[in-house]
């Protein structure tokens, strides 16, 4: 140990100082610039698109002109021009920037990106700056505006103070200074991951009357927007398990435009000419929105506006094909409003294939079949004949096979005489009620087609063709059959009443959709129910959409409770005053026997008040209100949703319930933003591919 020599001795080491600075590249970020905008706005490409085109500008490959497509694949990006293009309709062209610096705007906070030459010369000096630490380095922006680099954290762009001066003026530090700011991490702006990329369904969505959609006057291409965006949010919400588990991708949406190929046939010129130069601007909004009713209730208009959503549907089905060789999902198809109602009349006048006609026909006799047993047994029993049924059954009659019987073969059959007189006086009126009514058909003025069904026994006289009233069109064939068609605040209903179909026939069904839903806002002063067509006898409240976080909303709640509270304060009062009534008028007991109880003893004492008094005055306890009530059996309302409820409402907000009519407009067009409606159409899309929410909501069936 002693012999062993001892290693020299080191330096001790450097006293703890600053750390020296080191260079770390900027990570670019790829924005948009937002077109048709007054002021300059730059939007991020989602950090799945963003990283995408950082991988084709790294590959070298803008140089081969490549296009890269984002957004869903809704638009293109053409990497060499820095352009961004939409893909299924038609919008202004949009600047595409690589950006790693930004400068503060004049007129709000948003930050705006330098040019991505301007940008490396700022990166350079910034790289010379952090290396030798030699910081207040001064650049002049193409602009001749001055960016001074004082350290890591502070930078400031200097707007130079305009001034006349006929030698040229130079650039100074004078002026507001604003922020500059290095990497998209350093600024205020939020950047979406991107859609999931498989599409499992396609939605086309057509718009109602006008350009404008909202009550922000955005177009269809904008509110079809917030719809995708709301439902990408409900999906992580409400469908969690399925995504984790990589069953479900998202439902893509796209929107369908025919106003503007309907105002580009010249008819504005023409109305132009005839309107009146007084309240202009009420004038021309009437000429651009409300005349598209009245446009598509003429045959020559009503044509364009067919043609172009038909074939607008049929070119963004194949486009989208073309794009997504391997999309396997189905189709679906939504109106707002008028829009609606232009799908309802396409929707009707499609040629189902033959076998699936034929089945359909099938279906519609075997359903006609079970009617008509059912409704033989409500002969009987309104005849107070039901202890024969069983007889009828036997012999496999129906209510038709029934108006053709003779005495003798109820005879046949073993139907005693006293029953059997009381069945041939109940034909032989209703032979005779049917006679009245087709002569009174027979007359000018009334129609005599058949059920839509084509049925045309003595049942369904009373349903008219759901075609009843069409404006006379060739409507085209769409190249799919959709899945379900969703009608947003539709006036369906009132049109199909104004053109003369009181009613629906139960086993009509649309030839090539078998899914239906109409959903509504309860102020909407546009929409109108479909079920009351169908079941026209039954009084019944519209299926209520659940709330989408799965409670109905808190003032609905009150309210309900409330209501409740009052009708059974009502209903104790009512029954205390006759309790009180019985006690005024009631008459002396008569003497009670021996053997008989306490209970007999009132039982015959209440029988006396009743036959010396008379019953109490006419007091019946109020009954709870509709939506308070639990439906006691299941409401048949027909085929036209393969059996399923069609008419839902939305809750209407707090604030809204304070005044109806003020919100009304709003509640015509909220359903682009309502989570509760896209909800909804998620819930029953997926539900055609065995896939249900994480947790069923409460009232939903």
Same mark, same amino acid.
């Given at each position: 140990?002693?012999?062993?020599?001892?290693?020299?001795?080191?330096?001790?080491? $450097?006293?703890?100082?600053?750390?020296?600075? &080191?260079?770390?590249?900027?990570?670019? *970020?790829?924005?948009?610039?937002?077109?048709?905008?007054?002021?300059?706005?730059?939007?991020?490409?989602?950090?799945?698109?963003?990283?995408?085109?950082?991988?084709?500008?790294?590959?070298?490959?803008?140089?081969?002109?490549?296009?890269?497509?984002?957004? #869903?694949?809704?638009?293109?990006? *053409?990497?060499?021009?820095?352009?961004?293009?939409?893909?299924?309709? !038609?919008?202004?062209?949009?600047?595409?920037?690589?950006?790693?610096?930004?400068?503060?705007?004049?007129?709000?906070?948003?930050?705006?990106?330098?040019?991505?030459?301007?940008?490396?010369? @700022?990166?350079?000096?910034?790289?010379?700056?952090?290396?030798?630490?030699?910081?207040?380095?001064?650049?002049?922006?193409?602009?001749?505006?001055?960016?001074?680099?004082?350290?890591?954290?502070?930078?400031?762009?200097?707007?130079?103070?305009?001034?006349?001066?006929?030698?040229? =003026?130079?650039?100074?530090?004078?002026?507001?200074?604003?922020?500059?700011?290095?990497?998209?991490?350093?600024?205020?702006?939020?950047?979406?991951?991107?859609?999931?990329?498989?599409?499992?369904? +396609?939605?086309?969505?057509?718009?109602?009357?006008?350009?404008?959609?909202?009550?922000?006057?955005?177009?269809?291409?904008?509110?079809?927007?917030?719809?995708?965006?709301?439902?990408?949010?409900?999906?992580?919400?409400?469908?969690?398990?399925?995504?984790?588990?990589?069953?479900?991708?998202?439902?893509?949406?796209?929107?369908?435009?025919?106003?503007?190929?309907?105002?580009?046939?010249?008819?504005?010129?023409?109305?132009?000419?005839?309107?009146?130069?007084?309240?202009?601007?009420? &004038?021309?909004?009437?000429?651009?929105?409300? @005349?598209?009713?009245?446009?598509?209730? =003429?045959?020559?208009?009503?044509?364009?506006?067919?043609?172009?959503?038909?074939? !607008?549907?049929?070119?963004?089905?194949?486009?989208?094909?073309?794009?997504?060789? *391997?999309?396997?999902?189905?189709?679906?198809?939504?109106?707002?409003?008028?829009?609606?109602?232009?799908?309802?009349?396409?929707?009707?006048?499609?040629?189902?294939?033959?076998?699936?006609?034929?089945?359909?026909?099938?279906?519609?006799?075997?359903? %006609?079949?079970?009617?008509?047993? !059912?409704?033989?047994?409500?002969?009987?029993?309104?005849?107070?004949?039901? /202890?024969?049924?069983?007889?009828?059954?036997? /012999?496999?009659?129906?209510?038709?096979?029934?108006?053709?019987?003779?005495?003798?073969?109820?005879?046949?059959?073993?139907?005693?005489?006293?029953?059997?007189?009381?069945?041939?006086?109940?034909?032989?009126?209703?032979?005779?009620?049917?006679?009245?009514?087709?002569?009174?058909?027979?007359?000018?003025?009334?129609? #005599?087609?058949?059920?839509?069904?084509?049925?045309?026994?003595?049942?369904?006289?009373?349903?008219?063709?759901?075609?009843?009233?069409?404006? %006379?069109?060739?409507?085209?064939?769409?190249?799919?059959?959709?899945?379900?068609?969703?009608?947003?605040?539709?006036?369906?209903?009132?049109?199909?009443?104004?053109?003369?179909?009181?009613?629906?026939?139960?086993?009509? %069904?649309?030839?090539?959709?078998?899914?239906?839903?109409?959903?509504?806002?309860?102020?909407?002063?546009?929409?109108?129910?479909?079920?009351?067509?169908?079941? $026209?006898?039954?009084?019944?409240?519209?299926?209520?959409?659940?709330?989408?976080?799965?409670?109905?909303?808190?003032?609905? /709640?009150?309210?309900?409770?409330?209501?409740?509270?009052?009708?059974? +304060?009502?209903?104790?009062?009512?029954?205390?005053? &006759?309790?009180?009534?019985?006690?005024?008028?009631?008459?002396?007991?008569?003497?009670?026997?021996?053997?008989?109880?306490?209970?007999?003893? !009132?039982?015959?004492?209440?029988?006396?008040?009743?036959?010396?008094?008379?019953?109490?005055?006419?007091?019946?306890?109020?009954?709870?209100? $509709?939506?308070?009530?639990?439906?006691? %059996?299941?409401?048949?309302?027909?085929?036209?949703?393969?059996?399923? &409820?069609?008419?839902?409402?939305?809750?209407?907000?707090?604030?809204?319930?304070?005044?109806?009519?003020?919100?009304? +407009?709003?509640?015509?067009?909220?359903?682009?933003?309502?989570?509760?409606?896209?909800?909804?159409?998620?819930?029953?899309?997926?539900?055609?591919?065995?896939?249900?929410?994480?947790?069923?909501? $409460?009232?939903?069936?």
């Amino acid at each position: 140990m002693a012999g062993r020599e001892q290693p020299p001795e080191q330096p001790p080491p $450097p006293a703890p100082g600053p750390a020296e600075p &080191r260079y770390e590249a900027v990570a670019p *970020h790829w924005f948009y610039r937002k077109a048709g905008e007054p002021r300059e706005r730059w939007v991020p490409f989602s950090a799945q698109d963003s990283a995408r085109l950082e991988e084709a500008h790294g590959a070298g490959r803008e140089k081969e002109d490549v296009v890269v497509p984002t957004s #869903g694949g809704r638009y293109d990006v *053409h990497l060499k021009q820095r352009q961004r293009v939409a893909v299924y309709w !038609e919008e202004e062209v949009s600047e595409v920037r690589r950006c790693t610096w930004f400068y503060k705007g004049d007129k709000d906070n948003k930050y705006i990106p330098y040019s991505e030459t301007f940008s490396e010369e @700022l990166e350079e000096a910034y790289m010379i700056a952090v290396t030798l630490d030699e910081w207040k380095k001064k650049l002049e922006s193409p602009s001749r505006e001055i960016i001074i680099l004082h350290n890591p954290k502070l930078m400031v762009h200097y707007h130079p103070v305009a001034t006349s001066d006929d030698w040229g =003026s130079t650039p100074t530090e004078q002026g507001r200074p604003r922020t500059v700011k290095r990497g998209v991490e350093n600024i205020a702006v939020e950047i979406p991951n991107g859609e999931p990329l498989q599409i499992d369904h +396609l939605v086309f969505v057509v718009h109602g009357i006008g350009p404008a959609c909202d009550i922000r006057f955005r177009s269809i291409v904008q509110c079809v927007n917030d719809f995708r965006n709301v439902s990408l949010s409900m999906l992580q919400a409400h469908f969690k398990k399925a995504q984790e588990q990589e069953q479900i991708g998202r439902v893509e949406f796209l929107p369908v435009n025919w106003h503007s190929s309907l105002h580009s046939t010249g008819v504005d010129v023409d109305l132009e000419r005839i309107t009146l130069p007084s309240i202009n601007r009420l &004038r021309h909004f009437i000429n651009d929105t409300i @005349l598209d009713v009245f446009f598509y209730n =003429s045959s020559t208009y009503c044509q364009t506006i067919v043609d172009t959503v038909a074939s !607008e549907m049929n070119r963004l089905y194949q486009l989208f094909l073309q794009r997504n060789p *391997h999309f396997k999902g189905g189709v679906s198809i939504a109106g707002h409003s008028l829009g609606s109602l232009i799908l309802f009349d396409l929707l009707t006048n499609q040629k189902a294939a033959p076998e699936e006609d034929e089945q359909s026909r099938e279906g519609s006799r075997t359903a %006609s079949s079970n009617t008509g047993v !059912e409704e033989l047994k409500e002969i009987l029993k309104k005849l107070e004949l039901s /202890e024969y049924c069983d007889v009828f059954e036997k /012999e496999k009659m129906d209510r038709e096979a029934l108006f053709l019987c003779t005495e003798e073969n109820l005879k046949e059959v073993g139907i005693p005489l006293g029953p059997r007189m009381k069945i041939l006086n109940y034909i032989s009126s209703k032979k005779e009620m049917q006679g009245v009514s087709e002569r009174s058909a027979a007359a000018p003025g009334h129609s #005599g087609q058949t059920g839509p069904d084509g049925t045309g026994d003595s049942r369904d006289c009373q349903y008219r063709d759901i075609g009843l009233g069409q404006v %006379s069109a060739n409507y085209p064939q769409l190249i799919y059959k959709p899945t379900i068609f969703f009608a947003f605040g539709s006036p369906i209903g009132m049109f199909l009443t104004v053109r003369g179909v009181k009613r629906i026939n139960p086993n009509y %069904s649309l030839p090539t959709c078998k899914g239906f839903f109409n959903i509504f806002h309860p102020f909407d002063p546009v929409a109108y129910r479909i079920e009351p067509m169908i079941v $026209p006898d039954v009084e019944f409240e519209p299926m209520l959409l659940p709330h989408h976080k799965g409670r109905k909303r808190m003032h609905l /709640e009150l309210k309900e409770g409330l209501t409740r509270m009052s009708v059974d +304060l009502k209903n104790n009062l009512l029954g205390s005053l &006759r309790v009180a009534w019985q006690s005024f008028t009631r008459a002396p007991l008569p003497a009670v026997e021996a053997g008989s109880t306490d209970v007999e003893a !009132e039982a015959e004492a209440e029988a006396s008040v009743e036959k010396q008094t008379g019953p109490p005055p006419d007091v019946k306890p109020e009954e709870p209100p $509709p939506a308070a009530k639990e439906e006691a %059996s299941p409401i048949n309302v027909g085929r036209l949703n393969g059996g399923n &409820r069609i008419d839902y409402v939305l809750q209407e907000k707090p604030i809204e319930s304070f005044n109806e009519y003020l919100f009304a +407009l709003q509640g015509h067009l909220c359903y682009w933003e309502s989570e509760d409606t896209v909800l909804l159409v998620l819930k029953e899309i997926y539900q055609t591919q065995g896939i249900t929410l994480d947790q069923p909501l $409460p009232g939903s069936q």
